[in-house]
């Protein structure tokens, strides 16, 4: 069974920075997109930064210019650096992989929550 897990998050203050890291073991097919995902309380899960095997990138308006995504696709992982954090910032993050054939992977979601 494919495994996803996250690690990094917790409390900063405003204008502080996180990192977030993912790993993807056990998948028997290459994983072509990677990135990252949130949730707000009431809200619906969104995009933040996904990153594909080649490198492309794409980032959520609101975090351009204050995230950076990368990965290391021989190991499979991915990491999230978020600088410059707002509160609206605050969610739940969740660590998504989708192989070669688009089945998507999930992690358990990690806290993030950014204080004024």
């Known amino acids: 069974q494919v495994q996803v897990v996250e690690s990094g998050g917790g409390l900063v203050q405003a204008g502080g920075s996180l990192r977030l890291s993912c790993a993807v073991s056990r998948s028997p097919f290459s994983i072509n997109v990677m990135g990252w995902y949130r949730q707000a309380p009431g809200k619906q899960r969104e995009l933040v930064a996904v990153i594909s095997s080649g490198g492309t990138i794409n980032y959520a308006d609101s975090v351009k210019d204050r995230f950076t995504i990368s990965r290391d696709n021989a190991k499979n992982t991915v990491n999230l650096q978020m600088n410059n954090l707002k509160p609206e910032d605050t969610a739940v993050y969740y660590c998504?992989?989708?192989?070669?054939?688009?089945?998507?992977?999930w992690g358990q979601g990690t806290q993030v929550t950014v204080s004024s």
């Open positions: 998504n992989a989708q192989n070669l054939y688009g089945t998507s992977h």
